[in-house]
Every structure is written in structure tokens, then in C-alpha cells.
């Protein structure tokens, strides 16, 4: 029953007509036209809509599975994982030297929120992928850069976040998983994790955990915090699978929304980890991903809202109930359409009006951090403060938003908004997670509030 | 891992220090004692939080089954429910003439809050009980009144209305269910009623529908609407069951959430029904009972709120998490209680508010239906145009408030929030369908605006 069409013509007019994305972009020193970036935006909304949408409601009906300590992703999702890797979706703005196309960054923001509309679920385990490549091209050794960049740019192996721990999510400087440095310079990592996002799943053969942890001695509290690579399965020499790891899922957890990506609990009992930049610098390093993953969140919240208001749309244009306060509008139907009702109007243009403005927002944010990576002097660090001030702003407002449309587009339907045959209650269940994760939105509060305005002041 | 103590002392307060509720009812003819109200409203919290509290995760869990043409509710159900009859709770307020203990209807506000905490699914077959009694009690002829009235006030039996139709919820004026006069003054009633709660289920043995239909050359619209009683099983001649009428249900929904709660198409093939009321006044009697439920759904805002502020609140209290902004509170734990940080008061307090304010009026409404029902003269019609006013209130501002607080405690307790072991993300699923029924809220401002406010001008 579920409708969706990417919003192409909202992209182009952002691209093109608000803010010259592409002059920009040519300045910064990529070779981009306009047509190109609207037919990649075209094809990755045919592209989704085909491959991605059908899997949505089946991967929330079916779930994941946790079975002999392996995690099971709903069968449908492998296919549709597979074909988007094969097509090259997911390395559309890498560098060409690990597997990319080389694409600005501010086309991803079109393809991030087209993705989450047609699967949340399984647009997270492409967003942890996009944090951990740039994390490892940005801090890890060559060696690993060989090994991991390019299979997980391509999305051909996967990566997770794993910072929060049983007894702290917000407040990692009380983490109390250990390194131990190991003769051969390797670290033995000992701790659990949970809430990790496609902590173990199918979809990939290898799976590479950017794991928060403590070297003996280090400081207390978040000064005292390393980042280390521990993959599924170490290196057999030639850049194949070898030894699994000691690291493996103990459980799964049973989640409002979003049933599709596995929610896991991760056990790290003497697993072989690198560390990627200087000791205890990890706080700094890991927040790199953080910040990029906190940009991707806000997406979900409107890629959420835009495929809920397209459906509240859809089943109100084709609804008829009750009559026009002033008078019959179509006398010879049994009732008007829905769309006369005032109250039906306020919510579902209040959708539109904020998907729209949060899609300007997006693609604004998604030019500056073309403009972080490639622009240079005044113009890069403007840049970069921007990014840093928006961050807290598109995660927090973006996924309050999302979660406003997505209810507010249940009311519209009325009954049919809260059974599943009509596809906008997942969308508020999926959408619930969005203001809690990669920080809370009251989290993001204080950062834009006590970091971020006092920051150049 | 779910808590829950009814709010016994915010009633005390209310009803004794607030609105001398039982002052009010004395000289109304009840023979009521503060210390009896209040070890009633104690001893139905004990029973609640021991019987009915443990079944309502195995509800959401498990859900209803539809098999071979009939319903089957979560068995945990099955016990909690036949307690609840043979403790007499559901016919607390009911006339001892009719299998009740007679207490004011300003008792029942607390007993239907609590109830909604302990397991809304369940309750809700215990509130159309009440109102399918009520229209009995008031509008059936003598025969159905002995046939059916005492045990639907105990809930030996149950009750539905049946009102929406596939193509008509909001605007019931377009319904198109039929009643033929057969020659014995009873009546075959034809039509398919859809998102009927409890239409089926094995909780009791009958089951006796209020359905409107239209009789033949009715007039169009609303006017030409009767109401009929339809029992599911016929009476045997002797007050028991006899042959089984032609109503069935023909499926069940999947639901965002109230999965212990059965949502029904329901299908009439030439069921036998028998007219209540005069012909073509099927709406103002139905909106007896309509008006009744939509009080019953305000108290389903109000008793899920206040259970996911009670669990919300637990959390709190136990969860360390950073530092009090103006200083460690507690320097010698690894943390401070999240308790300290200003965000998360301000939700909690912003839930415990609504959740007062709520049952305050609540009560207020409470009292004014005894006075309704009792009182004489100009009292009784003051009680009755307040009631009228504050009906769509009520509905709409505590359903409104309590899919508020249940969103709120979700983000308080973050990613435990979200996770179905700590309850409250299923608070928040089955909270989302109180803004739609009995009248989406939407319709409740229509009401309030356009009917109930220009009323008495």
C-alpha cells in the first residue's frame, strides 16, 4: 500500500535555484554539472523506490534474529544490500583511490534522505559505514587504510560506533572497557558494549568496530579515552577473512521501531584491536563520526517525514468524509474529500512546510562540509564553524520534526494511520529512535548552548 | 521490570480536599463515606497492580489470534478478567438492581484510570461494557434489560458499538448497513462494520453488538440511522445461550499498539437484531454511549501517562549520568543521578503536571455525571451542559497530553526508552490511538467550537 516518490524537483530547486551547489562545488575543485547531479538523484529515487521500499514493511514484520551467537537480518534485506553495493550507491562521494565516484558531499544529503525513506533500517548500517571510512581515512595507519577503506566505502564490508556501555551512553567518561597493549604492538580488548547498531549481522562477510576503550593508566574520565580497530575477522595475510575475533553479539534488543537493524549487546573478551590515533585522543577522533552520524540522524527525521506526509497525502486525496463547513464542495459524491477539512490541511501542510525547510537546512549543511573538506583559509574555517553550530541543530530539530510529521500524518489517516496495512505507524515507531540516539536532542541542546554560541565569542 | 502504585493519594486530595466529592454526592442520595471511597479506589489499585499489570507485556507480546472465524485474546486475559467479574469491580458503579454496589460515578473516574495504567488493551473491554449497559439500561425494552443488562454490568457478558464502516468513520451519515423488518418485530441486519475494538473474543460467552443501520426509505444521512441490538449468541428462551447469530468477525488488524485488544471487521449477514430505541434515532442514543467513551478514552491519556511518569521516574532515580552543571552533587559516585540535569526535570515535571492537572479535571467531570444522573431542576441541567462542554475536552486535551508524556518518558529514559523491556515504549504505542477514535480530536474541536460553545448563546 505504500507510496513514494523522491522528491526530485524540491532537490533541484535547492541545488539549483537556492544555492548554486554546483558553482560552489566547481570552485572547490569537483568536476560537477547540474544534469549529472540530478540524474544521480533521480536514479538513486528509482533506485530505492524498486530495490529499497518493498523490503521496508518486511523487514519490520520479520526483524532480526539472534540464533547460536550469529545476528540474522531479514532476508530481503541482503539482496537489496547487495544490489546497492554492486551499483556503486554507497561510494558515491568517496575518493576515486578507495572505490568512490568522487561526488560532493552535498549530493549525499539527497541520497541520505532518500535511503531512510525508503528503509530506515537499513540506511543505518550504510550510515555507519560512511562514519567509519572516514574515520579510517582520516586516522588509521596505511596498513588498515589498505585493508578496510575501499570494502567499506563500497559498503562491501560494514562498520558500527561502540561507544555506550551498560552503565553509560551520555556520559562515556565513566567507560570502563580496557586495552592491553599486547608485544607485537596490537591492544586486547576487554569490555561490553551495547546498543550497538548492526553490531553483527549477514549483510556483510566483515564487520569493523570502532571501539572506545582505555589504555592502562590512562587519565580518568573522557582525557583518558583510545579508539581502536577491532574487526569481525583479522587479516589473513593477503587481505582476505582469517581468524575470527574475540568479539561477538550476546543478545539482541526488542525495539519500538526500526526491527530491521539489529540492536546488539557486544562482548569484547581479549579481541585484537588496533588503536587509531594517539592514545586517549579517541573522545576526539570517535566524535568526527559522531558529528557526521548526528547529520545523518537528522536526515532520518525528514526522510521519515517525507515518506509519512507523501502516504497521509495519498490516503486523504482519495478519502471522503463529511462536508466542506461551507457547503457541499462535491455535491453529487456521498462526501467531500478529506482535504476540505481545516484541521486536515493545518497538519499535513505543516509537514510540508517542514520537510521542506528541513531539507533547505540539510543541503545548506551538506555545501559547508563540501566546503570543510576541500575549501581553504577563511573560507574553510567559516565552514567548519558553521557545521560544528548546525550539527546540534539538524539532529536535534530535524528528528523533533520527523517525529511531529510522522504523528501528525497518523492522525490524518485516523484509524487507518495506526495499522500497519497503511505504513505510516512504523514510520512513527522507526522515527522514535532519532531524537534519542548519537546523543539525545536535550544533548544537543546543551552542546549548541554551552559549546557551540560561546565557542568564537 | 515495569512499577506502578495507583495515584491514591492525589485522589484522596481530590475527592476530599479539592471538590468534597462525597458532600456532593450525599445530598445527590448516595450513601457514601470518604474512608469507603477511598479503601474502594486502594483496594482496585492492589488488584490492578497483583492482576492486571502482569498480563499487559504478555498482551502486547502475544496479541490477539484470529483462527477459523474466531478471536482468541492473550490467556493471560482470560484470568485477569474473570477475577475482575467475580471481585464485582466491573459493576462497582452500576445500580444494585442490576448486579451493582451503587457508587457515585465520581469513584469510577479513579478506577478507570487505574485500570488504563494496569492494562489499557483489557480495560478497554471493560469500558464498552459500561456504555453498552448504560444504553440498555436507558433505552432497551424490559425484555433485554433482564436478558442482557446485569451481565454486562459485571462483565459475565460483553458489549461493542459498531458504528464505522469501510468508507465511513468520521461521517457516519453515509453509512449503508441495512435493517429489514422481519414479521416477528425483529429485525435482519446486513453490512460489514469495520475497526470494531472487541468485536470478538473468547473473554466471555456473548458478546451484544450496538450497531446502526438504516431501516428501508429511511431518510438520507444522519436522521435515517436506528440502533439495534445484536447478540452474537441468541437467547435460548431461558435466559441462556441459545443458537449462534449470523455475526462474525472476518479479520483482525495489526496495530501500532493495544495488540491485546482485538480490532474487528465485523460481517452482519441477515444477523437478528432488535431495534432500540425509536426508529431513525440511532445517533443521539449511540452518541450517549459515544460521548460516554470518549470521557473512558480522556482517562486512557491520563492513566498512560501517569504510568510512564511512574516508570520514567524509576529510571531516573536509579541512572547515573554526567555531572550537575553548577558542580559534582554526589563527587564520590562515578556520576551524578540524571535527576540533577535541568532537561530531564523539566520533562518529568512537565508529565507529573499534565498528569495532575488531568485527574483534577477528570474528577471535576466525574462528579458532574453523578450530579447529571441524580440531580433535579437547574442543578442537573448546569451538570449536563458542563458535562456536554467538557466531554470534547476532556477526549482531546488528556489523549493529547498523554501521547505527550508517554513520548516524553521514552526520551527521559533514552535508549531504554525505546527498548520493550522497559514498558514504556509500549505505553507510548498503545497511547497513540486514543487522539483517534471515538472521534479523532480534530472532531472533538469541531464539537467544541461549533456545537458545544455556541450552545446555550
Not at 14 to 27: P, Q
Not at 256 to 280: E, I, K, Q, R
Request: aromatic share 8%; with cysteine.
Amino acid at each position: 500500500m505504500v507510496v513514494y516518490r523522491a522528491p526530485l524537483r524540491d532537490y533541484q530547486f535547492l541545488f539549483h535555484e537556492v544555492f548554486d551547489t554546483c558553482g560552489v562545488a566547481r570552485k572547490l575543485g569537483f568536476d560537477v554539472q547540474p544534469e549529472v547531479v540530478d540524474s544521480v538523484v533521480a536514479g538513486f529515487g528509482e533506485f530505492v523506490t524498486d530495490v529499497w521500499l518493498p523490503t521496508n514493511a518486511i523487514g519490520d514484520a520479520d526483524g532480526c534474529r539472534f540464533e547460536d551467537g550469529d545476528v540474522t537480518v531479514p532476508a530481503a534485506f541482503k539482496d537489496a544490500w547487495r544490489k546497492t553495493v554492486d551499483a556503486g550507491w554507497f561510494a558515491l562521494a568517496a575518493d576515486p583511490d578507495h572505490g568512490g565516484a568522487g561526488m560532493p558531499l552535498f549530493v549525499k544529503t539527497a541520497l541520505d534522505e532518500i535511503a531512510v525513506s525508503g528503509n530506515m533500517a537499513l540506511s543505518t548500517f550504510g550510515a555507519l559505514c560512511a562514519g567509519v571510512s572516514d574515520l579510517i581515512r582520516d586516522h588509521a595507519d596505511e596498513e588498515h587504510k589498505q585493508l578496510y577503506l575501499e570494502r567499506i566505502c563500497t559498503g562491501e564490508w560494514c562498520g558500527t560506533m561502540a561507544l555506550t556501555e551498560p552503565h553509560c551512553g551520555t556520559d562515556l567518561g565513566i567507560l570502563t572497557t580496557r586495552a592491553e597493549p599486547l608485544s607485537d604492538g596490537r591492544y586486547s580488548i576487554r569490555g561490553t558494549k551495547m546498543f550497538i547498531t548492526a553490531g553483527d549481522h549477514d549483510l556483510a562477510e566483515n564487520i569493523i568496530h570502532m571501539v572506545l576503550a582505555r589504555l592502562p593508566d590512562a587519565p580518568e574520565g573522557t582525557r583518558g579515552i583510545s579508539l581502536f580497530l577491532v574487526p569481525k575477522f583479522l587479516d589473513d595475510g593477503n587481505g582476505g577473512l582469517g581468524e575470527r575475533n574475540a568479539v561477538a553479539c550476546g543478545s539482541i534488543e526488542k525495539k519500538m521501531g526500526l526491527h530491521g537493524s539489529p540492536t546488539c549487546v557486544m562482548n569484547f573478551d581479549g579481541a585484537t584491536g588496533f588503536l587509531v590515533g594517539p592514545p586517549n585522543e579517541g573522545m576526539r577522533l570517535m566524535f568526527e563520526m559522531m558529528n557526521r552520524e548526528r547529520l545523518a540522524t537528522g536526515m532520518m527525521g525528514l526522510g521519515l517525514g517525507e515518506i509519512a506526509y507523501q502516504n497521509a497525502l495519498a490516503y486523504a486525496r482519495d478519502r471522503r468524509q463529511g462536508r466542506d463547513l461551507r457547503g457541499p464542495r462535491e455535491p453529487a459524491e456521498p462526501a467531500d474529500n478529506i482535504l476540505v477539512h481545516p484541521d486536515v490541511r493545518r497538519m499535513l501542510l505543516r509537514c510540508k512546510a517542514n520537510n521542506e525547510g528541513s531539507r533547505a537546512l540539510a543541503v545548506y549543511v551538506g555545501l559547508l562540509l563540501d566546503q570543510m573538506r576541500r575549501g581553504e583559509g577563511e573560507d574553510r574555517r567559516r565552514a567548519e564553524d558553521l557545521v560544528a553550530l548546525l550539527t546540534p541543530v539538524v539532529k536535534a530539530h530535524l528528528t523533533d520534526l520527523g517525529c511531529e510529521s510522522a504523528s501528525d500524518c497518523v492522525q490524518v489517516m485516523g484509524g487507518s494511520g495506526y495499522i500497519r496495512e497503511f505504513a505510516v505507524e512504523q514510520f512513527l515507531r522507526d522515527s522514535r529512535i532519532a531524537p534519542i540516539w548519537e546523543g539525545t536532542n536535550g544533548i544537543q541542546a546543551l552542546d549548541l548552548v554551552g559549546r557551540k554560541i560561546p565557542k568564537n565569542m
